[in-house]
Structures are given as C-alpha cells and as structure tokens.
Nanobody
Framework: QVQLVESGGGLVQAGGSLRLSCAAS????????MGWFRQAPGKGREFVAR????????YYQDSVKVRFTISRDNTKNTVYLQMNNLKPEDTAVYYC???????????????????WGQGTQVTVSS
C-alpha cells in the first residue's frame, strides 16, 4: 500500500508563491512518474503537471507553464510543486498522484494514476 500526504497549501494573495510537497510512504516511489492535479469548487479534477520517475522530464498544463515547477527528490520520497505568481483562478484543492505503471513517462490522464493523496487547499485572494 502506498500513502501520499500533501502539505504546503494555504491562503496567499495574488502574485504570491507557495510550495506544495507530497511525501510518499514505502519504497515504491522512485520508479514511478508522479503528477499533480487540482479541483476547484464545482469543477472536475484537472491535470496540472507531471514528472517522470527519474525527474528528467516534466510536462505542464498550459495555464501554469512558466509559473509552476514540478520536481522530485527520490532520496526523500517527495515530489514538489513550486507555484509562483499565483492567480485567483489557481484556487483549488491540489492532489498528488502516482502513475500506475512503473518507469512510465507520466500522463495528463487521471485514470492512469492509481494512488492519490488527500489533497491540500490553495486559496488565492485578489
């Protein structure tokens, strides 16, 4: 069983920054791509960013490119999401997830992820 625990969310003014962390339990972390998703009130869960198992490649949703950076530290079983120049439309619950296939490249498809964290709230005020 894999457990993912997000942290780092909070309330920030527009233009501010937050760094989310997602800590994974167990040894089944370093060989898997990881993703970040978010869900705003009344909307579906959408892809934000993903990173390959080695950290060599990343991919972002267009609306967060340049502003957000996904990274990982396999020695700490942790994946991060650095969020800069936050906008009110970034307000959502943010979830990390582990891709279900080992040594994959990661994907924007929700169904490809088999383990999810409980989420952390990010609120951006205007």
């Amino acid at each position: 069983q894999v457990q993912l625990v997000e942290s780092g969310g909070g309330l920030v003014q527009a233009g501010g920054s937050l760094r989310l962390s997602c800590a994974a339990s167990g040894r089944t972390f370093s060989g898997y791509a990881m993703g970040w998703f978010r869900q705003a009130p009344g909307k579906g869960r959408e892809f934000v960013a993903r990173i390959t198992w080695s950290g060599s490649s990343t991919y972002y949703q267009d609306s967060v490119k340049v502003r957000f950076t996904i990274s990982r530290d396999n020695t700490k079983n942790t994946v991060y999401l650095q969020m800069n120049n936050l906008k009110p439309e970034d307000t959502a619950v943010y979830y990390c997830a582990r891709e279900g296939v080992a040594y994959g490249l990661g994907t924007a498809e929700r169904g490809a992820y088999d383990y999810w964290g409980q989420g952390t709230q990010v609120t951006v005020s205007s």
